[in-house]
């Protein structure tokens, strides 16, 4: 095996290794985790195993270490250290974290300075008390207890150095021999693993936030598309920011309504899924239309379609947007009636009127809103449309002064319309 081949090897027993080992870990600090709905309850929990298991493994060394006879006293004590440092691992396990996180700093509190007392100042055990302040912070939220938790193990370390001066020890190491030096070692490595233990807990969390952060802007992009699909831009943003939307008046927009001639025989003739579809497909064909010349698609009323040019972003050109879109729509629809009157299948035909005028637009209501208009001219285009024929687009007099220049059209003469009386009405003349 060359050189190469040795070392791709060993990296993949080391990943391998290491995986195995990350597993048995998160399996071991997430104990008492399942099923807690809170993540700082879940943060609390795993960040006193971890402590927790890496006390223990600090005492079963001490235990290794100290095993001969000469060393009872340190191995005694480091068992029972052990012990009880796999108490609160025990009480999460039975879902008491509150209690276990307060057992853990009374016994750090009780045991360090037991463990000064007992040796002396030459141990330094009471340094461990320093690791043992900063703990509180890991595993409560309110500062009254984390500052009681501090003072307690300020007065306890206080109290060691005057025991010292009161006070002879009472367990002794062998002659010539010191823990000082491994206890020192280990207070550096508690309060290491401490604070790297709680910033990859707080990297953890900022992951997770800016996945969330991603995820609720990806939700809120899919909330705001929604929103452009049932008002205009301008009306949405007011109602985002204020929480409602001003009523708005023009002074000129031009009004479209289609109807789709003897809907009522098709409603009876199609099954209604296939009524819908058919519907939504002309209607959707419609609305690409009105993005196409900048029109502002109003709503549907059954079979009815009705939109606007002109609003919410006044614009000079709205008449004559309309007038392309309606010739659009009537040569889509001629298109399928010729297409399905080919293959012997029912057809749509259509009647669109138009209408130019002042409207008040806005939206109304607090649920299920939708934009809409309201004026004269509104109900002016829907009688152009009702009095219109099927293929054609019917314009009022007011439409068609402004389109005359650009689109050909022939008078129709003086039409009689509901509740509007004898009104000019002009056809819109078919493109070559």
């Known amino acids: ?64 270490g100290y095993s001969a006879p000469a060393y009872r006293v340190i191995f005694w004590e480091s068992f029972q250290a052990f012990f009880f440092y796999a108490i609160p691992i025990v009480l999460n396990y039975y879902r008491r ?23 002396g100042q030459q141990e330094m055990s009471e340094y461990f008390l320093m690791a043992s302040s900063v703990t509180a912070m890991l595993f409560f939220h309110r500062f009254s207890t984390i500052f009681t938790y501090f003072l ?12 010292f001066t009161v006070m002879q020890p009472f367990l002794f190491m062998p002659k010539g021999h010191s823990e000082a030096i491994p206890n020192m070692i280990l ?35 899919k909330s705001d598309n929604l929103l452009l ?3 205009p831009r301008e009306t949405a943003e007011e109602l985002k920011e204020y929480g409602e939307a001003r009523a708005r008046y ?39 239309i009105m993005d196409r010349y900048g029109i502002e698609k109003i709503k549907t009323i059954g079979d009815i379609y009705m939109c606007a040019g002109g609003l919410p972003e006044e614009n000079d050109s709205h008449p004559q947007d309309v007038m392309r879109a309606a010739v659009d729509i009537q040569k889509y629809v001629a298109d399928q009636k010729k297409k399905n009157a080919s293959l012997g299948k029912p057809y749509f035909e259509l009647r669109i009127g ?25 109900n002016m285009a829907s009688r152009m449309e009702s009095t219109g024929e099927v293929g ?41």
């Open 250 to 288: 023009f002074k000129m927009v031009t009004v479209m309504f289609t109807d789709f001639k003897d809907f009522s025989f098709f409603c009876q003739e199609l099954p209604p899924e296939s009524l819908v579809a058919e519907v939504n497909r002309y209607f959707s064909v419609f609305d690409r």
């Open 1 to 64: 095996m060359d050189t190469g081949s040795m070392y791709t090897e060993w990296g993949r027993f080391l990943q391998k290794w290491n995986r195995w080992i990350s597993a048995r870990w998160i399996s071991l600090i997430t104990i008492g985790t399942e099923g807690l709905p809170g993540y700082r309850e879940r943060k609390r929990i795993r960040l006193l195993n971890g402590i927790c298991f890496w006390v223990m493994l600090a005492y079963a060394g001490y235990m290794v």
């Open 152 to 163: 307690l193990n300020l007065a306890c370390f206080g109290l060691c150095k005057y025991s």
């Open 392 to 432: 054609k687009v019917n314009l009022s007099q007011a439409t068609y002064e402004l389109v005359k220049d650009s689109f050909p059209c022939t008078y129709r003469g003086k039409i009689a319309a509901k509740n509007k009386g004898i009104i000019d009405m002009y056809f819109l003349d078919p493109a070559d």
């Open 229 to 231: 699909n049932i008002l």
């Open 97 to 119: 974290p509150l209690a276990a996180c307060h057992f853990f700093c009374i016994y750090n509190l009780l045991i360090y300075t037991f463990f000064a007392v007992a040796h």
């Open 187 to 221: 207070v550096f490595v508690f309060l290491f693993l401490i604070v790297y233990y709680f910033k990859w807990e707080n990297d953890l969390q900022e992951r997770l936030l800016e996945i969330r952060n991603q995820t609720l802007e990806q939700e809120k992009s």
């Open 354 to 378: 138009v209408h130019t005028g002042s409207v008040v637009a806005g939206i109304v209501g607090k649920k299920k809103f939708a934009y809409d208009i309201w004026g004269d001219t509104v």
